[in-house]
């Protein structure tokens, strides 16, 4: 079967900056791919071309056997794209539910169907209890949390995730990679933004490194670790004499 999502040759210049430079990359059915690499190597970006946000400068973007480059991000959320931003867009004057129910709205205008399946969702990732606070009220890790909640309730094939691991505790990022895996069982593709190595190599199936916009390497996660070439990304080294 062909790949869920798929990038061909795509291009995204601010001005000057090449913040993604021809970048073909696939998820496939079922699977959960970790996008990595330094900072400003072009990973929110390549997820705001996938969600529809921005239109690539060049290339396509193919969601489901569909070429999607030119749907507006709204239609492609109702294709099956969610997505969570690195920077919490939670409704904070809202409670967690009526967050929830935002989401749950792509799928029906029935407001009665929206609320079950918003709390479906609130069950499904362990803010059943926080339903009724307000979203400005949860702590940093509920936030997180309550994003994905969000996408979940839009019914996505695939999901992105943008640093939803990042800044938290120890504990608290080993119950978000549960969830993540939950996600997964649940028939759910993932596709995930995540900086702390630990946490997002023993969660992956595969992992793509982006480095100053381009694909740098690509494959299972032990071997990526163990790249020469990312190791050198990573470390910045890429100046050094001799590197
Ligand atoms: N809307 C924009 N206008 C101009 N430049 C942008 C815009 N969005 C991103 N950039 C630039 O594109 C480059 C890639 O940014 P991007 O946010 O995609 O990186 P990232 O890999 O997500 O980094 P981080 O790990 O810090 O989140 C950066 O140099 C950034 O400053
Ligand atoms: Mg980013």
Redesign the pocket.
Known sequence: MSALLETRGVWQR?GG?V?NSDVSISVGRGEIVGLI?P???????LFNLIAGVLPPTQGSIWFDGEDVTRMPAAMRCRRGIGRTF?VVKSFETMTVIDNVIVGALVRTTVMREARRKAHEVLEFTGLAARADVLASDLVPAEKRRLEVARALATEPKLLLLDEVLTGLTPTEAQTGVALVRKVRDAGITVLMVE?VMEIVMPLVDRAIV?DLGKVLVEGKPADVVRDPKVIKAYLGDRHAVGA
């Open positions: 601010f900056l913040a690499g900072n400003g190597a072009g990973k929110s970006t690195q900086h982006l």
